[in-house]
Every structure is written in C-alpha cells, then in structure tokens.
C-alpha cells in the first residue's frame, strides 16, 4: 500500500465531507455512470454534478472517460484504503479507551452486586 501524502489524505477527506459527493461515490461503486447519471438523483444540472466530479478526481477517488459528449465516470478506491488505515489507528485507540471504560464500570457495579447478595 502506498502512503498519501497529507496533501492527499486532505484532499480525501475533504472530497468525502460533502454527501453528495459520498452518494456518487456509493453509486460508482455498483459500476461505471455518466456524469448526468450521476447527477439524476439529485436533480442537478450536469455542470453541477460535474464540479462534484473535479473534487472527486481531485482527490484521485474517480477517473473520468470522455467518449464523444458522454463522461463516464469510475471508482478509484486505492485513495479510500489509505484513509481507512488512517481512521483505524484511531479506531484501536477508541477500542483501548472503550475497553478500559467497559472494566471500571464492571468493577463499579461488582460492590454493589456484592453488597445486594450479602443481605
């Protein structure tokens, strides 16, 4: 696997910020669409759909096909991979702190259950 640069990472994050931009991405990953099919769901013009389509490119997620006056539109998911590693560091780290809070309140909870089977 290849590391992004932050640059990158950055222009990932951005590209995913905007649910419009996730749901094309959710789209292309069934397939290749055209722009104006990708635009549909949202009732945008294609200038509109493709404006989200640049920041995708941007962020390396889709590569455009032109084939005439039809763009066509597919999933790069390599840059996708690299900010799931990314977030995993984070989600060890919410795992550990989860786990640690999962243990003190069982251990709160045991003097209490003790305490009741003493009566």
Known sequence: MVEQSPAELDAVFHALSDATRRRMLARLASGEASVGELARPFAMSFAGASKHVKVLESAGLVRRRIDGRIHHCRLEAAPLAEADAWLRHYERYWTRTL??????LKAEDRPKHDKGNAR
Request: proline letters at 0%; charged letters at 50%.
């Open 99 to 104: 786990d640690r809070l999962e243990a003190l």
